[in-house]
C-alpha cells in the first residue's frame, strides 16, 4: 500500500510515522507513506496556499491551484483508488471504514486548514471525506495520522499476530474484553481463575460474554 499526504506543515508528520508500529511497517516494505508540502505547489513567490473567503467572513480558504496541481501531479504517477479529505463534516471513521481502506492500494489524504478548502477542491477532486469526530482541530494532519494508524496497523504483516487486529474492539461490533498479565496477584486483586486454567475454549467463551457486557454497559447502541 501506497498513502500520500498532502499538507501544508508537513514537518507536524514527521514523527508519527517515525517510530513504533507505523516505523516497522515501512521499514518491512508493507506500507510507503509519503508526505508532500502544499507549499512546494504553489506559483505564489511568499509560497502562501491560502486567500481571504469571498463572501467576507473571518478565516482563511486554502486555494484549489496548489491542490489540484498537487493532486494531479500524482495522479499523472498511479491510480487511485481514494483522494480522501480529512473534515469534520465528513464521514465519521468507525472501523468498519478502516477495514475497507486497508484492502485498497493507492491512497491521497489531503489534510484540511484554516476553515478549510475551496469547495471546488471537493467537488473536483475529492472520492470519500472523513471525520474524526463531531469536534474541530486547527488542521486535518492529525485527523490523517489517526486514519492512517488505522488502516496500516491492518495490513497483514504489519503487527506480530495477525490475529491481534481481529480481535480488537468494535471488529465485531463489540468492545473488546478485559485483559491482564503478570503478576497474577497485585494487592489482593486476582486474574479471573479462567483466564489461567489453560481450556482454551472457555477463556474463548469468557471472554465472548465479557465483551457483550461491557458492550451492553458501555456502549449498547453497537448491540
Known sequence: ???????????????????????????????????????????????????YAFGGGAGMVMQIEPIARCIRALQAERTYDEVIYMTPDGQTLNQQTANALSLRQNLIILCGHYKGVDERVRELFITKEISIGDYVLSGGELAACVLSDAIIRLLPGVLNDETSALTDSFQDNL?????????????GHRVPDILLSGHEARIDEWRHEQALERTRMRRPDLL
Open 175 to 187: 468492545l473488546a474484553p478485559p485483559v491482564y498479565t503478570r503478576p497474577a496477584e497485585f494487592e
Open 1 to 51: 500500500m501506497r498513502i500520500d499526504i498532502i499538507t501544508c506543515l508537513p514537518k507536524l508528520l514527521e514523527s508519527f510515522f517515525a517510530h513504533s508500529i507505523l516505523q516497522r511497517a515501512q521499514q518491512g516494505g508493507y506500507v510507503e507513506v509519503v508526505v508532500h508540502d502544499l507549499r512546494d505547489y504553489t506559483a505564489d513567490k511568499h509560497r502562501r496556499v491560502d486567500d
